[in-house]
Structures are given as structure tokens and as C-alpha cells.
């Protein structure tokens, strides 16, 4: 029970990482957006129409890409909310400039994709977890570190040599006895047939204690 607990805390911790870097700009996607301003009031709220490119990060926005939602063009119109200055009877509206409209705009755009990506990379993350594939985490912080630098395909490519890292170098290495630190750190275990296999190939396996038998005689 402690065990599935620490395993759904690490899947959650993970996940809460992956939705900070979501949000960020190049980092968890690449937008652009192009406003126009269809009508303002008095009490400084922007009717907009928004025109939007985006390109999200194919390991941060995992159900988007699956839905075929991982780059596309959408237009749409919005509300923009003024800032207010001032106090008391002197507070009055100051409207966004264009550039903020245009942020805004991309803003309301990945906050609408977030919610269902991060409960789909839950439920990945808890996967790994469940199969005590940890490997995986190297993969996946490459494809998403590969992202800003190549889009999707540079993130795909990342994404690759994290899995050649993975299931090939890493392995040698550790046959080699030079990653006991990180196995230690990610809590990397023996199994039950390795331990027993130990154990019987143990000295100490070999030794029994004598018991005490007790003989009657009968005479005949």
C-alpha cells in the first residue's frame, strides 16, 4: 500500500512539473496571434477576434498531438478584461495595448488545451510507474528539452536518442557498476528470483542448525 501511495505522489509530483513547463512560452509551445479589435466600451472591456497559430510540445500536450490537435490554426473572438487604476471615485479603465490583446489571446488558447493533457500525462506517468519503467523518464526529459530547439521534429529526434540512452547505454554502464548512485536514488531493486538466487548461492544457506531429536526404544 506504502509503495502504490509513493508511486501515485512521484506520478503526481512528475505531472505538476510537466503542467509549469506547459505554460511556458517556447518551452511548452511556439504561438502567434494576430487581433483585431471589433469594439471597446466605456467601462474598458475589448471585444477581440483572434486569429492564432500554435505548435505545442508533442510530450507536454500529449492528448492534443493523439487528437490530431498538436499544430493548428483556430480563430475565435474574446473578451478582454480592462486593467483598472486609480481609487475611490478617480479609478477609471486603461485598455491593452495591441501585443498584450495578442498574448491574451494565446493565453486563452493554451489554458482551453491544458486541462485534459495534464490528466493524460497522469495517467502515462502512473503507468511508467506501475511497470517500474523509470527509463522512460529519460526520454521523455529529452523529447521535452528537444522541443525549443527543433519544434516537434527536434523534440521527436530528442526524444529518440533518449530511448538509444535508455535501453542501451545505460544498461552497459550498469553492468559496468558505474550508475550504483542512481539506482539508489530512483530506488532500483533486486527481485524476488535474483534475492533467492543470492541467497541460496550464499555460504550461510549451506549451514543448519541441528534439532534435537528424541528416540524411544522398545524391547522386544
Known amino acids: 500500500m506504502v509503495s502504490l501511495l509513493r508511486k501515485f505522489l512521484i506520478a503526481g509530483g512528475i505531472t505538476l512539473l510537466f503542467l509549469i513547463l506547459a505554460t511556458l512560452p517556447q518551452m511548452g509551445y511556439f504561438g502567434d496571434a494576430h487581433v483585431h479589435v471589433r469594439e471597446r466600451n466605456q467601462f474598458g472591456f475589448v471585444l477581440v477576434d483572434a486569429d492564432c497559430n500554435v505548435s505545442f510540445n508533442p510530450f507536454l500536450y500529449s492528448l492534443?498531438?493523439?487528437?490530431?490537435?498538436?499544430?493548428?490554426?483556430?480563430?475565435?473572438?474574446?473578451?478582454?478584461?480592462?486593467?483598472?487604476?486609480?481609487?475611490?471615485?478617480?479609478?477609471?479603465?486603461?485598455?491593452?495595448?495591441?501585443?498584450?490583446?495578442?498574448?491574451?489571446?494565446?493565453?486563452?488558447?493554451?489554458?482551453?488545451?491544458?486541462?485534459?493533457?495534464?490528466?493524460?500525462?497522469?495517467?502515462?506517468?502512473?503507468?511508467?510507474?506501475?511497470?517500474?519503467?523509470?527509463?522512460?523518464?529519460?526520454?521523455?526529459?529529452?523529447?521535452?528539452?528537444?522541443?525549443?530547439?527543433?519544434?516537434?521534429?527536434?523534440?521527436?529526434?530528442?526524444?529518440?536518442?533518449g530511448l538509444v540512452l535508455a535501453f542501451w547505454l545505460l544498461p552497459k554502464l550498469r553492468k559496468k557498476g558505474k550508475l550504483k548512485v542512481i539506482d539508489k536514488i530512483w530506488g532500483t531493486e533486486k527481485t524476488t528470483e535474483s534475492k533467492t538466487r543470492n541467497f541460496m548461492s550464499s555460504p550461510r544457506s549451506c549451514h543448519f542448525r541441528p534439532s534435537r531429536v528424541t528416540i524411544y526404544y522398545s524391547e522386544y
Open 64 to 161: 492534443s498531438w493523439m487528437s490530431g490537435r498538436g499544430q493548428y490554426s483556430v480563430s475565435f473572438s474574446l473578451i478582454s478584461v480592462p486593467t483598472y487604476v486609480g481609487g475611490g471615485d478617480f479609478r477609471y479603465p486603461v485598455w491593452k495595448s495591441q501585443s498584450e490583446l495578442e498574448d491574451e489571446a494565446i493565453i486563452t488558447l493554451i489554458l482551453h488545451e491544458i486541462p485534459l493533457n495534464v490528466i493524460c500525462s497522469f495517467f502515462i506517468l502512473l503507468t511508467i510507474e506501475l511497470m517500474k519503467m523509470r527509463q522512460l523518464y529519460i526520454s521523455l526529459a529529452s523529447g521535452i528539452v528537444g522541443f525549443p530547439f527543433g519544434g516537434p521534429i527536434g523534440s521527436f529526434i530528442a526524444f529518440f536518442f
